[in-house]
């Protein structure tokens, strides 16, 4: 008995799911088992041949939509980490910013402090020497009420 392309087909696509690739061998045997016949060899072959290609081109397609998806993925995340590169770039720069001026400010602070006001050493120095020289004024004002015109009272 003469089995078609159609089932020769089918029995390829059954043992390559069931045993994954099969070999030309046993697909004559499975042939031989079910149709009575084992096939003319060339196109047994053929066949077999054919249904690798398709399997292969269906196999192609696939990776080939997968590289695809890859490549958009790929692209996505470089635009990500570009734009993770420029914020971190912004915000590096916005912190150098404000360290300047904090230091700047700092600065203007430091120098203010010296230009103002007096130290408390040279505050207190001072303070003493005037209650010193008030003591030296009260303690004269007092010798000069008992002195009229030279005399000592």
Do not use: N, W
């Not at 078609?4 to 046993?26: M, P, Q």
């Not at 958009?72 to 470089?78: D, E, I, S």
């Amino acid at each position: 008995m003469r089995a078609t392309d159609a089932e020769i087909s089918a029995v390829i696509r059954e043992l390559e799911t069931r045993d994954g690739r099969t070999s030309g061998a046993k697909l004559r045997q499975a042939l031989a088992q079910r149709h009575g016949g084992r096939g003319c060899v060339a196109r047994v072959y053929r066949l077999l041949a054919e249904s690798r290609g398709a399997a292969k081109s269906a196999e192609s397609a696939d990776l080939a939509a997968r590289v695809r998806e890859l490549e958009a993925q790929l692209a996505a995340m470089r635009a990500r980490a570009e734009l993770a590169e420029y914020r971190e770039v912004a915000h590096q720069d916005s912190a150098a910013i404000q360290i300047y001026d904090l230091r700047q400010r700092l600065r203007r602070f430091e120098q203010e402090t010296r230009v103002q006001g007096v130290q408390h050493e040279q505050f207190m120095r001072t303070y003493k020497e005037m209650i010193a020289l008030r003591r030296r004024v009260a303690e004269l004002e007092s010798g000069r009420v008992g002195v009229i015109e030279g005399e000592r009272v």
